[in-house]
């Protein structure tokens, strides 16, 4: 148990941490644009296939 609560502890210290945190906010950010996106522009993209799929 020491083991892992001094590696724990070295993770938090060490430069890497910040990063990895860094780099997850990024991508929860990049993911929740997407999804917005996706929402609002679902229904668009929905009827542009239909309309081109009728054409075909």
């Known amino acids: 148990m020491t ?3 001094a590696s724990a502890k070295k993770f938090i210290r060490s430069e ?3 990063t990895m ?3 997850g906010l ?3 950010l990049i993911a ?3 999804a917005a996106a996706a929402a609002v522009l679902g229904k ?3 009827t542009l296939f239909t309309t081109v799929a009728g054409s075909v």
């Open 3 to 5: 083991n892992f609560v």
């Open 16 to 18: 890497d941490a910040p």
């Open 21 to 23: 945190v860094e780099y």
């Open 26 to 28: 990024l991508v929860a």
């Open 32 to 34: 929740i644009i997407v």
């Open 44 to 46: 668009n993209v929905s």
